[in-house]
């Protein structure tokens, strides 16, 4: 059984609201989410007295990375599609070009992104904004899983299915069992380093199916500096709108 409960808890004077979701796994696992949200999975047994002290614990984390990223959410306002402005693919940064045409259209060139639309309207920005992210993402995927997927061959796992969708709250997401992984449109717009750490990630998930001392071993193993890969993440979350 699985169930989510939205709750707060009082850390060092701070209200942090964080999501509680319920299930089988034999840890308290916890994370900042890229947005800064707070979320903690735990099994039924466990009390929420154990959790919250758990959390307690674990607050110099859980403060540390909801204040770095507020700190660059300020220091990086998310885009608005503008003319003129900068946006990433792959790390790259263009100069975004709006021109009128009669229906909408994206692509981009080694300088720019262009951007056709009938008008400037905000939806129809996002919306080739989003047309554009998907175009990328199918190639750079690819090509980020032939990069990762001979590190983790050699532990007898099976090329899991690969999905592409828009999660702003999580770079990717794995379920062991159907050998299925998804991954975020959102990653298009990274360097490819960081998209082969999201994608070696999700694929330790197939050997250890939790965040245990053991996953975090094999990520080290595999790919040494992954932690500075994913803290280089943080300075294109602006981007993902």
Excluded at 15 to 23: A, F, Q
Excluded at 119 to 139: I, P, V
Excluded at 173 to 182: E, F, Q, V, W
Aim: with cysteine.
């Amino acid at each position: 059984m699985r169930y989510i409960e939205h709750r707060k808890l009082m850390i060092d004077n701070r209200t942090i609201p964080y999501e509680l979701e319920r299930k089988t796994v034999k840890n308290i696992n916890l994370r900042v989410r890229p947005d800064g949200s707070v979320y903690v999975s735990a099994n039924p047994t466990i009390s929420l007295n154990h959790i919250e002290d758990f959390m307690t614990e674990k607050q110099q984390f859980i403060l540390s990375n909801i204040d770095d990223i507020a700190r660059l959410q300020q220091e990086h306002p998310p885009c608005r599609l503008e003319q003129g402005e900068t946006l990433y693919l792959a790390g790259k940064p263009y100069t975004l070009h709006i021109e009128e045409y009669h229906f909408l259209k994206a692509g981009h060139d080694d300088t720019a992104i262009y951007m056709q639309l009938p008008t400037a309207s905000w939806e129809n920005k996002l919306n080739a904004y989003d047309t554009l992210l998907r175009q990328e993402a199918s190639l750079l995927f690819t090509n980020s899983i032939q990069r990762i997927w001979p590190l983790i061959q050699p532990y007898g796992v099976p090329l899991p299915e690969f999905h592409s969708r828009f999660m702003k709250s999580r770079w990717g997401s794995c379920i062991p069992l159907k050998k299925r992984i998804s991954l975020s449109t959102y990653l298009a717009i990274m360097p490819e380093r960081c998209i082969d750490q999201v994608v070696l990630h999700e694929l330790c998930h197939l050997i250890h199916p939790n965040h245990s001392k053991h996953f975090y071993a094999l990520m080290t193993k595999l790919m040494p500096d992954w932690k500075e890969r994913k803290e280089t993440m943080k300075k294109y979350m602006p981007y993902c709108i």
